[in-house]
Antibody, heavy 124, light 105 residues
Framework: EVQLVESGGGLVKPGGSLRLSCEAS????????MSWVRQAPGKGLEWVGR??????????DFAAPVKGRFTISRDDSKNSLYLQMNSLKTEDTGVYYC???????????????WGQGSLVTVSS | IVLTQSPATLSFSPGERATLSCRAS??????LAWYQHRPGQAPRLLIY???NRATGIPARFSGSGSGTDFTLTISSLEPEDSAVYYC????????FGGGTKVEIK
């Protein structure tokens, strides 16, 4: 059974930093492209960024609102994904979901598994 | 690409048919998916590339459309279909619509 479990959320002041982790199980993590998607309170879903598998270059890409402030990394030996968030703003408040890109070529660039989410609150 | 979902909320009785709309600000061809998000649960992929059901999704869920106008149809609503439904495009990076909440009373 595929599982994605996020951790590391909490309360942080504006300008601060926080690192989220996502522990994956039930699939071959090192082959997977992974992503973070967030949801601000009362709002819809917003793609944050992604990291490719090392086989596909291991590079990451980000949405404009977080580019230059957030980084994504992975440790395939630990089946883990990370989101390092720096220079946090109040508008970064929300639930952050760890997601897996669909492993089948036919549904690639959609997300077939999601974690339960980790709440990040940026407030003074 | 901006995805607009309307209306924001729909209310139905069990057994009724629901039709949800998603409109794109420019053509996404057929690169559009639908997700279901129940309260307190992880979102679930329902439909990808407009009309392909994801693994384990019941046949009462179907999708249609192309270009800029898309529809998710739930043919006969069940109580567990109460959720927020989001569309997502992959034609130009990735964006989601604002969601439509389906209430079943």
């Amino acid at each position: 059974e595929v599982q994605l479990v996020e951790s590391g959320g909490g309360l942080v002041k504006p300008g601060g930093s926080l690192r989220l982790s996502c522990e994956a199980s039930g699939f071959t993590f090192n082959n997977a492209w992974m992503s973070w998607v967030r949801q601000a309170p009362g709002k819809g879903l917003e793609w944050v960024g992604r990291i490719k598998s090392k086989t596909d270059g291991g590079t990451s890409d980000f949405a404009a609102p977080v580019k230059g402030r957030f980084t994504i990394s992975r440790d395939d030996s630990k089946n883990s994904l990370y989101l390092q968030m720096n220079s946090l703003k109040t508008e970064d408040t929300g639930v952050y979901y760890c997601t897996r890109y669909c492993s089948s070529a036919s549904c690639f660039h959609y997300f077939d598994y999601w974690g339960q989410g980790s709440l990040v609150t940026v407030s003074s | 690409i901006v995805l607009t979902q309307s209306p924001a909320t729909l209310s139905f009785s069990p057994g009724e048919r629901a039709t949800l709309s998603c409109r794109a600000s420019q053509s996404v061809t057929t690169k559009l998916a639908w997700y279901q998000h129940r309260p307190g649960q992880a979102p679930r992929l329902l439909i990808y590339d407009v009309s392909n059901r994801a693994t384990g999704i019941p046949a009462r869920f179907s999708g249609s459309g192309s270009g800029t106008d898309f529809t998710l149809t739930i043919s006969s609503l069940e109580p567990e279909d109460s959720a927020v439904y989001y569309c997502q495009q992959r034609a130009d990076w990735l964006t989601f619509g604002g969601g439509t909440k389906v209430e079943i009373k």
